[in-house]
């Protein structure tokens, strides 16, 4: 099996370097104004001679209260305009000098915007790559691994293509990320350039289990719902070679973590853990392309996630009642509070001061800062204004599929009304199963049963069916999930199967369902 050399000198040193930053990072998320403050400060004065600095005074700026005073909430549609001079070449607009990344982002959570370009600076590159670093820190820490060098770190990552446009190039930020991969890390880190950047994702899968399964693989990082499709890549790709082999783990028998993010990771750990032939441990990630890691898992069994308070981003929340409201109230992360759904706002190293990124989030505790993602502003269900999230939808399927055993491959969630000749509405699961519960209608029972519990308006509207009635599943068939994707011409691993569809997705959807005679309203 290939590994790495020198993994005995090696080991000692990365775990007492990951122990000494996770100490770091712990102690300054339980007092995070000063760091937060440092880095708001540091953002201004770098940006104070662009057009912008000199727009609000950014030079000036000492304090919290006097940015706040002085910088106006911003959506992307408030910097397209800047941020397309920029990608024509202009320097020193919102960050000094040329930036020659952009970051190309699917916009879904920007109903402005059908495409976002999102500037990315040298800057931030390499806060980026110090929070990747912090995520394998906190791995190695918090599960007491001493002998995780001497093997690979496999990213299921877009291809880093980039498009260049005179100076400046775009790209997605992981791709854009790889091809800076710090120079002492990137002897582990796989696919290489050949592989990594294939365009077609389906041959790039292939080619990376064909191309690495002698291969001592420690790590998988990318969006968790990939993990489980590249297993099964590997387990036929080890059979064409008349291996007999039933888990991945008599493959990879090192690989002894999962780097993800980008979705809950809940409803995906029984099927991984099948696949692979025990349980992993998943350290979770809430990221954007604007500022990269903000947050990651700090405790095992805990889907909220502590805070990166250090690593060039500053943060600000606007609770969501208030979101896109000219007077809305803004808060720095030291005066928030939990239990709140909160719109995520942030200033960044590639200039982007006040910006709204379009995520709901919610603290779990504060001092220090744990959070969990509650959706995207575009991406919410209801039916009579109960105003359902994608964390109280993706808590209920997990809730279910604990309840009744089963796979999950992916699934969405969507609405419809005039179900059954009446006014009244219903949700709809379309889920592709593994492994499908013995009992569907119960497991609908389960997942109506947990949407009660946590939003209280679904619960009293669907009380006696007043005016909501029983969630129904739609079973997809084997591969549907990836064909709908196509169909919507979404084939990069950056692509995020979609929790939450509106009408047109749902309808679409339909054409994949085993049943057919579900009924069109």
């Known amino acids: 099996m290939n590994s790495v050399p020198g993994s005995s000198i090696t080991g000692p040193v990365a775990w007492a370097a990951a122990r000494a930053r996770v100490a770091q990072w712990d102690r300054r998320a339980r007092a995070p104004e000063r760091v937060q403050q440092q880095i708001l400060r540091a953002h201004c004065k770098s940006a104070a001679r662009t057009e912008i600095g000199r ?72 806060w980026q790559q110090k929070a990747g670093l912090d995520c394998i820190a906190r791995y190695l820490t918090m599960y007491d691994d001493r002998s995780f060098t001497g093997g690979f770190i496999l990213a299921l990552m877009p291809p880093s293509n980039l498009k260049r446009h005179g100076d400046v190039y775009t790209a997605s930020n992981p791709g854009i990320m790889q091809i800076h991969t710090p120079a002492f890390t990137n002897i582990i880190v796989l696919p290489k350039a050949k592989v990594r950047d294939i365009e077609n994702y389906d041959h790039k899968l292939q080619a990376i289990a064909e191309t690495y399964l002698d291969h001592d693989i420690r790590a998988l ?20 070679k008349g291996r007999h082999v039933d ?81 809305a109230k803004r808060e720095p992360i030291w005066n928030v509070q939990p239990g709140v759904d909160y719109s995520v706002v942030v200033t960044t190293s590639s200039g982007l001061f006040a910006y709204y990124i379009g995520d709901f989030v919610r603290f779990t505790s504060v001092f220090p800062h744990r959070l969990v993602f509650t959706g995207r502003v575009s991406g919410m269900l209801s039916i009579t204004q109960e105003l359902m999230t994608q964390l109280e939808i993706e808590r209920a399927v997990a809730s279910a599929q604990q ?18 000749s009446t006014g009244k509405g219903r949700y709809l699961f379309f889920i592709e199963f593994e492994r499908a519960p013995h009992d569907l209608d119960g497991f609908a029972a389960n997942i109506d049963r947990e949407l009660c519990a946590q939003n209280r308006v679904y619960r009293e509207h669907r009380s006696k069916d007043v005016a909501i009635l029983p969630p129904k599943v739609v079973p997809l068939g084997r591969g549907a999930t990836q064909r709908f994707m196509e169909a919507l011409g979404h084939t990069s691993v950056q692509n995020k199967f979609p929790r939450i569809i509106d009408d047109r997705r749902r309808d679409l959807l339909r054409r994949f369902a085993l049943s057919p005679s579900l009924e069109v309203v």
């Open 247 to 327: 888990t991945v783990r008599e493959i990879w028998p090192n690989l002894r973590v999962l780097l993800g993010g980008g979705v809950f990771a809940e409803p995906y750990r029984a099927i991984i853990a099948e696949k692979f032939g025990r349980p992993l441990p998943i350290i979770d990630t809430y990221n954007a392309t604007e500022g990269g890691i903000f947050s990651a898992s700090d405790r095992p069994g805990d889907d909220a996630m502590l805070v990166l308070p250090d690593r060039g981003v500053f943060f600000e929340f606007v609770a969501r009642a208030d979101h896109g409201k000219p007077d």
């Open 55 to 126: 727009l609000h005074d950014l030079g000036s700026v000492k304090s919290y209260d006097d940015f706040r005073s002085r910088v106006p909430l911003r959506t992307y549609a408030d910097y397209e305009p800047m941020l397309e001079r920029m990608r024509a070449g202009e320097r020193d607009v919102i960050w000094p000098g040329l930036i020659q990344y952009f970051g190309n982002s699917s916009g879904t959570s920007h109903t402005q915007a059908n495409a976002k370009f999102l500037p990315i600076s040298a800057e931030q590159i390499k």
């Open 403 to 420: 309840a009744s055993p089963c796979g999950i491959v992916e699934y969405s969630a969507a609405a419809e009304v005039g179900t059954a």
């Open 221 to 240: 990082s990318g969006t968790t719902c990939w993990f489980s499709i590249l297993f099964d890549r590997v387990l036929a790709a080890a059979r064409a």
